[in-house]
């Protein structure tokens, strides 16, 4: 389980005065396995062996503990969902009515068997999107979920919480991904429809949090246009306004005459973008709202003509600046691209390890 | 810079050549002199900065950032230019202006390998990543942005609502920022003389022949041949053979090109050595043959022994400095007669006329050309000027009759730009035996035109339906669908592993009709190779 940049980044910490020898680090490699053994990484997810609970498991369990509504990270099927309120409610829309979800509000905590309490406190991912705490005998462990550190009006925002461990993503773990302020993205998005109005400007946005956080920004930046919505968006957006979050004007496009959607934003499912459903639309420009849109030859490959830079995960340097802030004595990364983040926390002596976990998908951000 | 990265960003997510043609237009008519001078200099390959190259920005960002994170993320972006643009560290404190284009380029100008990497960070320190980008990309001379020299010039012309013709005419004999060119088209001055230079004269193309006959009293029949039509220039002392599209190709050709040393421009077709086409000693090898002399920058001495190019004369546009383009075809042709004795029998013949008395004749001459790899016949009124372009009613290519092969659809991709919903890019297969014997199929071709568009509807249901398997954006199909598929020759590869390779594959005919085990066989497609 441990890569190769946790040794390097071992070395850094224990021994940054050079004298060092092999039993000193395996000494220290014995101790940092001890700490910390009541959370266990398996390929399936992140799991508490003695309360026999798992963090956003991959597979039906008994007892799951999900930071936030996502496909790959809440899935259904558990005999017992522990998650706020929201990320309950997003679930309940995706999967049907569930029995045993258990609802803790952000700042809220529980006690597990084997003496470990969960809290759960805002990830600014999407709305219910929680990081959580995890305590035992005084060891505070934090699993990030998917988060970000950009505003957004759809969620409230992270909260940086002190602890021994810090368990991040690392989606966008490339010195590459550097965010532009959303407002400039939407911004560029008005413009584009105010310059084409023959045009329908068919905008691809991840159902759950990209779409809602989308449709506010237009609406902060002073769009109080009708915004019309793919079916597969319809639902979420209401449960979006059920909870508190105003989308204002939104209509369906089912049973829309074509025309009636020149120079108008329509929202879809970036599956939908290039498929037998925007043929229908007047002329479509093709907008994509992602973070991977920073590189070029991404956007290219899916026919994107205006890629939106917008992304519900923290960017390289929200990611390296919340190491730096949270500051824990270990950092372990779940998914995504963990060498750079991993060679990043060995260039500022931080001790780092990759948790070669399965099943998140980091590709449909 | 910034507008210019503006375009440089909109033509990469930009399909469509109308959507490319608009873009360049709007920006060449709304830029000032002389930035949209330098990018049409950086468009069409004009411009160089000998010291600027990708190494030069790998080692600059290598001061700049850690070595491992950088190759992580080249490995990620696989585009150095980008890569470079985005993690190049925004300077900190108060943000200078940035460069135009001019100043990028008056700033890059005459470096030295020493000089070069200080000019470099000094520019991309001025840049937000977007400008980054495009400043690399003019720097070292690789935009790779899918811009042909040709399309820039198509997009000057209608920019100012010119002829493409002349835009060629003036273009050559002129240096960037190409002042006297924007002048000329905007109809501010007269149009520029290229003085004594090998300068390029836009080539004059035919419309195909569609179900008529000729009267060969009016015109000339020659053959077609499969090489690539070239345009080789002397004047001045200096020598250069362009490509259709107006490219200078002569780095590739130093053997044609050394072989003129006289005041002539000639129209023909270059070809490499060998003795399969045309049938005369030393004729004409395959289009494969040409193909590994294509597109390079140099020639080693290896090659130039192994493929020897030469150049099969059609037509003489200049000699010893007089303009011939106006004077009828028969006469050009006895200019070019009478001209070839003083040129190189090693690398210059002459395109044969056909001597066939009536049109018929001509017809069965040209059923039998097939094993010969001719491309066709060509048909010019004899009374024909030179002109550039394509003008209706004066030459008429003939070519010859595709192949047919009956083919199995494998796999489907979608298509760009208005096909992008449907999958329009079709991948075919033949038998490798006997297939109620257990024989596979092996890809033989990829085609994506020869149907319309309702057949591509009924295409792109029958992926949809027949879907096997999918790969990202291709799909493989439960192999029941027969093509007919037409093309123009066919030549062993190496590079495909059912060891043939097609020329112009196109979608000839649907088979409904046909069972898929009915369809063809790799050895009767072998069977068709020519060389």
């Known amino acids: ?365 | 810079m910034e507008r210019f990265a503006a375009l440089m960003d909109a033509l990469v997510y930009t399909r469509s050549r109308k959507g490319k043609l608009a873009l360049i237009a709007d920006y060449l008519r709304e830029t000032p002199d002389p930035d949209r001078g330098w990018v049409l200099a950086a468009l069409t390959d004009g411009i160089d900065f000998p010291a600027v190259k990708a190494s030069t920005v790998r080692a600059l960002i290598a001061t700049r950032v850690d070595p491992v994170l950088w190759a992580l993320s080249r490995d990620y972006v696989g585009d150095t230019a980008e890569t470079a643009s985005l993690l190049w560290p925004e300077p900190p404190g108060a943000c200078m202006s940035a460069p135009s284009v001019a100043q990028a380029v008056a700033a890059l100008h005459d470096t030295t390998r020493q000089s070069a990497p200080a000019a470099l960070a000094e520019l991309l320190d001025r840049l937000d990543a977007n400008g980054r980008y495009a400043l690399i990309k003019l720097a070292t001379g690789a935009l790779r942005i899918g811009i042909s020299a040709r399309l820039a010039k198509v997009a000057f012309a209608q920019a100012f609502g010119v002829a493409v013709e002349e835009v060629e005419e003036y273009w050559h004999g002129q240096s960037p920022p190409y002042r006297p060119l924007f002048d000329w088209a905007l109809g501010v001055a007269p149009a520029p003389h290229a003085g004594d230079t090998p300068a390029f004269r836009p080539f004059m193309l035919s419309h195909p022949l569609e179900e008529e006959t000729l009267d060969l009293a009016a015109f000339a029949a020659e053959w077609k041949w499969d090489g690539i039509r070239v345009q080789i220039a002397h004047a001045g002392g200096q020598t250069r053979l362009y490509s259709r599209g107006g490219d200078d190709i002569s780095a590739a050709f130093p053997d044609v090109v050394d072989a003129l040393d006289e005041p002539l421009v000639l129209d023909g077709e270059l070809l490499v050595r060998g003795n399969h086409q045309g049938g005369q000693a030393g004729g004409a090898a395959s289009f494969n043959a040409l193909q590994q002399r294509l597109g390079r920058k140099t020639v080693s001495r290896k090659l130039l022994a192994e493929a020897p190019a030469f150049v099969r004369l059609y037509d003489v546009l200049v000699a010893d400095g007089e303009d011939l383009r106006a004077l009828p075809w028969t006469e050009r042709r006895a200019r070019l007669e009478a001209l070839l004795p003083r040129l190189d029998p090693a690398r210059f013949d002459l395109s044969a006329v056909i001597p066939a008395r009536d049109f018929d004749e001509l017809a069965e001459i040209r059923a039998q050309a097939r094993s010969d790899a001719i491309e066709g016949v060509m048909l010019k009124r004899r009374d024909s000027p030179y002109v550039a372009g394509r003008r209706a009613g004066l030459w008429y290519k003939w070519k010859r009759e595709p192949l047919l092969i009956d083919c199995v659809l494998m796999y489907a991709q979608r298509g760009s730009g208005k096909r992008s919903s449907f999958y329009s890019d079709f991948t075919f297969g033949c038998w490798n035996g006997d297939p109620d014997a257990g024989a596979e199929l092996l890809p033989v071709g990829k085609a994506y035109f020869g149907f319309t568009d309702a057949e591509l509807k009924m295409l792109d249901a029958h992926v949809r339906a027949h879907t096997v398997a999918k790969f990202g954006p291709v799909r493989e199909t439960d192999k029941s669908l027969v093509f007919e598929v037409a093309f123009d020759s066919v030549h062993a590869s190496k590079r495909h592993k059912s060891g043939v390779a097609m020329r112009f594959p196109r979608i000839s005919r649907i088979r409904t009709d046909k069972p898929a085990h009915e369809a063809d066989r790799l050895e009767t497609l072998r069977a068709m190779i020519a060389d």
């Open chain 1, 1 to 365: 389980m441990w890569g190769k940049g946790a040794s390097a980044a071992f070395f850094l910490v224990s021994f940054p005065h050079g004298h060092w020898n092999e039993a000193q680090t395996m000494r220290i490699d014995a101790v940092m396995v001890a700490d910390f053994a009541w959370i266990r990484p398996e390929p399936q997810g992140l799991y508490l062996p003695e309360a026999d609970a798992w963090i956003d498991p991959s597979h039906p369990v008994g007892t799951a503990l999900v930071t936030h509504g996502h496909a790959d990270h809440a899935r259904g099927g558990h005999g017992r969902t522990i998650a706020t309120p929201e990320t309950l409610a997003i679930m309940a829309l995706r999967y049907g009515v569930a029995e045993g979800g258990q609802a803790v509000g952000y700042g809220e905590s529980l006690l597990l068997s084997g003496g470990i309490r969960v809290s759960f406190h805002p990830a600014g991912h999407v709305l219910g999107s929680a990081q959580i705490l995890l305590e035992q005998a005084g060891e505070r462990v934090i699993v990030t979920g998917d988060y970000k550190r950009a505003p957004d009006p759809t969620c409230a925002p992270f909260q940086p919480v002190s602890c021994d461990v810090l368990i991040t993503e690392a989606t966008f773990g490339l010195p590459v991904f550097r965010h532009p302020p959303i407002t400039q993205e939407i911004a560029r998005l008005i413009a584009v429809r105010t310059a084409n109005p023959e045009r329908c400007i068919l905008v691809g946005a991840y159902a759950l949090g990209k779409a809602q956080r989308v449709i506010a920004e237009l609406r902060r930046a002073g769009y109080h246009d009708p915004i019309y919505l793919h079916g597969a968006m319809e639902r979420m957006c209401r449960l979006y306004e059920e909870l508190g979050v105003p989308l204002g004007d939104l209509r369906p496009v089912a049973g829309l005459p074509r025309a009636a959607l020149a120079g108008q934003i329509v929202l879809c499912p970036p599956s939908a973008l290039n498929d037998r459903w925007s043929r229908a639309m007047p002329d479509p420009l093709t907008a994509m709202a992602s973070g991977w849109m920073r590189v070029r030859q991404r956007a290219r490959q899916r026919n994107v003509e205006l890629p939106l830079i917008i992304s519900d995960h923290a960017d390289w340097d929200e990611l390296t600046s919340t190491i730096s802030e949270v500051d824990p004595e270990q950092t372990w990364i779940t998914h995504g691209r963990e060498d750079a983040l991993l060679r990043w926390c060995a260039l500022h002596q931080r001790p780092a390890r990759a948790l070669a976990l399965v099943g998140y998908d980091d590709e449909s951000e």
